[in-house]
C-alpha cells in the first residue's frame, strides 16, 4: 500500500472512532444533538442525531478526499498533504468526540477543550515552518 494512503486510513479510522461509539450510545443520546457553542460555552446550535453523528466523520472522509484529490492549485497544505490530512483526522475525531461526550450529559469547559486543537495546530504551523527552510 502506498505510505500516504496508509496516512488517509489513519485518518479515516480516526474519524470513524467516535462515529461507531455513537452507533453503540445511541439510545443515550437525545434526538437533537448540540453541535456549536458560543463563547461562554453555552450550546447555540443543535441538528438531528444523524446528522451530528455521521455528518461530520462524512464531512471529514471527504476532506481528507478533497486535500489528496484536489488540484495543488486548488488546496493549500503546507509542509506537504499528508501532515495536513493527519492534522485534519486528529481534529475532526476530536470534535466529533467532544459532541458525542457533551450530548451524553458530561459538561466540560469548552474553551479548554479547544485548546488541544489550537497545541496541534501551532506543532503543524512550527513543522511546517522548520521544514520549509531546509
Known sequence: ???????????????????????????????????????????????????????????????????????DSLTSTPGGETPAILFVGVVFAWVETLVLVWNLGYRFNVTLATLPVLVLAAGLVWYVLRTSTR
Open 1 to 71: 500500500m502506498n505510505p500516504a494512503r496508509r496516512f488517509d486510513l489513519l485518518a479515516v479510522c480516526l474519524m470513524a472512532i467516535p462515529a461507531v461509539a455513537a452507533v453503540v450510545v445511541w439510545n443515550s443520546l437525545p434526538t437533537e444533538m448540540a453541535i456549536h457553542w458560543n463563547a461562554a460555552g453555552t450550546p447555540d446550535n443543535t441538528v438531528a442525531k444523524p446528522l451530528a453523528t455521521l455528518g461530520l466523520p462524512l464531512f471529514g472522509v471527504a476532506t481528507v478526499a478533497f486535500v489528496r484529490l484536489a488540484p
